[in-house]
């Protein structure tokens, strides 16, 4: 079952650091979106991607946020000097370029502990 | 943004069917109406989306009224594995064949044995 992968599962920094998470699609995927979720609440939308283009990102927390898709393949999300209220699980989804479809397919997540 | 108003809990005994209910007010034209799943530690999973009436597949079915302010998730005789959270999402056409998701708090359904 080749679903979406995200390294690494799990990621403790110290505060002011910077982190990166990778995320692999489904290969046949052209759009990807990452989330965030803190515990109880729903996932968070934060960017997506469809091919390489960003083609939202008003959604990005702060400008310590940034996230890439070098070649339509694969994504990362990168934080930059880390505050613990960036603990949290980052999300990352993978779908088709249906006309109608909601249908996205999330990773297991990467869970930042920021100390 | 379509807001979604849903119970933040319902429990239930196995065996039983569930309903879950969900208002969206201010839901668009072009918006449709999907239900995720989440387990603890994973992500959500796609369970059923609409459009209006009802849209049944082999995991639950998806009821929706003809004004489309609200939708129900029916779930028949759960069991204790269908223990999760539910959101329901109005998914918002962005343009160009894409659809925003926007998740709420969600439903944790527990089911009893």
């Known amino acids: 079952d080749t679903g979406v992968s995200q390294d690494p599962r799990h990621k403790i920094t110290k505060r002011g650091q910077n982190v990166t998470f990778r995320c692999d699609p489904i290969?046949?995927?052209?759009?990807l979106y990452w989330y965030r979720q803190t515990l109880g609440q729903g996932p968070e939308f934060l960017t997506y991607f469809q091919n390489e283009a960003q083609l939202e990102k008003s959604r990005l927390l702060s400008d310590r946020f940034s996230a890439e898709r070098p070649k339509g393949s694969f994504s990362t999300l990168e934080i930059q000097r880390t505050e613990q209220g960036d603990s949290a699980m980052y999300l990352c989804?993978?779908?088709?370029?249906?006309?109608?479809?909601?249908?996205?397919?999330f990773g297991q997540g990467t869970r930042l502990t920021v100390v | 943004l379509a807001k979604t108003t849903q119970p933040i809990s319902m429990d239930s005994y196995e065996g039983q069917e569930v309903n879950i209910t969900c208002s969206h007010n201010n839901i668009a034209t072009n918006d449709y109406i999907t239900w995720y799943q989440q387990f603890p530690s994973q992500g959500p999973r796609f369970i059923i989306q609409?459009?209006?009436t009802k849209v049944t597949n082999e995991v639950a079915s998806l009821f929706i009224p003809a004004d489309r302010k609200s939708s129900t998730l029916s779930l028949p005789r759960v069991s204790l594995s269908d223990t999760a959270v539910y959101y329901c999402l109005v998914g918002e056409y962005s343009g160009a064949g894409s659809y925003q998701l926007t998740f709420g708090k969600g439903t944790k359904l527990s089911v009893i044995p």
């Open positions: 989804a993978s779908s088709l370029n249906r006309v109608v479809s909601t249908e996205a397919f």
């Open positions: 609409g459009y209006k």
């Open positions: 290969s046949e995927h052209n759009r």
